[in-house]
């Protein structure tokens, strides 16, 4: 699966609401305390905890999707630097096809690297 901004857009939007509710459990957990209402108190926490978890796990699922993201934009600007040689030269390549067909590239490509490395 690949993903993309959207997609982490989406989970850190998922993540606002985790934070949001757990800030409201937060509230009415307090709340409870300060009248003495353990019902209210039980089920707040229990709110929190839920809320905690769900933070966590959107936090940990952004992290790696971000890392996935970067990953691929790194790879899609190699990718694309070989596509845009390829197609700048494509000309050059389809009239001299036979030279790569030929396994004559690598002996071009040792005698370029030695001119190369004599290169005033």
């Avoid at 809320?51 to 890392?67: G, H, M």
């Avoid at 694309?80 to 067909?101: C, E, G, R, S, T």
Wanted: hydrophobic residues 40%.
């Amino acid at each position: 699966m690949i993903y993309s901004r959207q997609d982490l857009n989406i989970i850190q939007s998922d993540l606002k609401a985790c934070t949001v509710e757990k800030n409201m459990a937060d509230k009415a957990y307090f709340d409870g305390l300060n009248t003495y209402n353990q019902t209210d108190m039980d089920t707040a926490l229990q709110t929190v905890v839920q809320n905690d978890t769900c933070i966590s796990q959107k936090r940990i699922e952004y992290n790696a999707k971000l890392a996935i993201v970067n990953k691929l934009a790194v790879y899609l600007g190699f990718l694309q630097d070989k596509y845009n040689i390829i197609f700048a030269k494509q000309d050059l390549i389809v009239n001299h096809f036979d030279v790569i067909k030929n396994d004559i590239l690598a002996q071009l490509n040792e005698i370029n690297q030695v001119l190369n490395r004599y290169n005033f």
